[in-house]
């Protein structure tokens, strides 16, 4: 079995997350758990209701990837867009969850497929036309290969890279604008 690569999508930040598991997922120590549960930030790290031990990341995955999801409660969504608003959102995949500048970090760990089939469905009208779909699809694959593909290790804020061309040896600039925002995932999961 060919296993595709997975891309990290940040989802949420905020001081405490409200998530619901459908389905069994391992959870930190092995534990099985499914339904509701609450993770928060205290001095030492985060806190879940779970079994209320301090963690400083967990990750939950799915018993089955494409049987279980798990909700997210309060997502934002259309970030500065006069459009922005919350809602609960479902996702297939694994949940990560770290503490990043002082709030927790709600990451989804997904298929790459699977995440451009919710890219180019959210992107894109249902009665555009096969080619335009291809081709969104071609460009939206490459984009997200070359996100999770960066050295966010070496990166820094600012920081221009420049190389020179084969044709005259004169430098060209190349940046991939908010690519040094997401130290701890690959993509976000709203325009911005």
């Not at 389905?23 to 092995?30: E, I, K, Q, V």
């Not at 089955?64 to 809602?87: A, N, P, S």
Request: hydrophobic residues 35%; contains cysteine; glycine residues 6%.
């Amino acid at each position: 079995m060919n296993q595709q690569p997975q891309v990290r999508v940040g989802i949420l930040s905020s001081p405490y997350i409200r998530f619901t598991l459908t389905g069994l997922y391992s959870a930190p120590d092995g534990v099985l758990t499914e339904g509701s549960h609450e993770a928060r930030i205290n001095d030492s790290g985060i806190s879940f209701t779970l079994d209320g031990k301090t963690y400083t990341s967990v990750e939950f995955h799915p018993n089955t990837y494409t049987g279980d999801t798990f909700e997210l409660e309060g997502v934002t969504i259309g970030v500065d867009f006069h459009w922005q608003r919350k809602e609960n959102q479902r996702f297939r995949g694994s949940l990560r969850i770290i503490v990043q500048d002082g709030k927790l970090m709600a990451i989804n760990v997904v298929d790459v497929e699977d995440y451009l089939v919710s890219v180019i469905s959210s992107e894109m009208k249902s009665t555009s036309s096969l080619s335009l779909l291809k081709a969104h699809a071609v460009i939206s694959r490459s984009w997200v290969l070359s996100m999770m593909s960066h050295d966010r290790t070496t990166a820094k804020p600012g920081e221009n890279n420049l190389k020179p061309t084969a044709m005259n040896a004169v430098p060209s600039l190349i940046k991939y604008w908010d690519r040094e925002d997401h130290r701890n995932f690959d993509v976000c999961a709203d325009d911005h």
